[in-house]
């Protein structure tokens, strides 16, 4: 079992940065990929990065968006650069293994935290 806990969201405006942080409990941290997804009104989720070894990002957000893991202190972030109004969603930190995880589908996906709202104003 692993317990994911999201912070960090907040509004921000266009253009600006924010870092969200998920916060994991449980055994086999480092065993895990970890993966961020959002999902905005009317949308279904989508995915954002991922990271085992190896950092993986949508296009949407490659160059903007950072993802990183300590897998020492159990935690992994998302640093999120030149927000667009279009990134506002609700953000969740996920825990999974194998390739459909690393590539980024939801199915590969055990593990997943409550969301953190993230709202861009433009």
């Known amino acids: 079992q692993v317990q994911l806990v999201e912070s960090g969201g907040g509004l921000v405006q266009a253009g600006d940065s924010l870092r969200l942080s998920c916060a994991a409990s449980?055994?086999?941290?480092?065993?895990?990929?970890m993966g961020w997804f959002r999902q905005a009104p009317g949308r279904e989720r989508e995915f954002v990065a991922s990271?085992?070894?190896?950092?993986y990002y949508a296009d949407s957000v490659k160059g903007r968006f950072t993802i990183s893991r300590d897998n020492v202190k159990n935690t992994v972030q998302l640093q999120m650069n030149s927000l667009k109004a279009e990134d506002t969603a609700v953000y969740y930190c996920?825990?999974?293994?194998?390739?459909?995880?690393?590539?980024?589908?939801?199915?590969?996906?055990?593990?997943w935290g409550q969301g953190t709202q993230v709202t861009v104003s433009s």
């Open positions: 990271v085992d070894w190896n950092t």
């Open positions: 996920a825990a999974g293994r194998g390739l459909t995880a690393i590539s980024g589908g939801r199915r590969g996906y055990d593990y």
């Open positions: 449980g055994r086999s941290f480092s065993t895990y990929v």
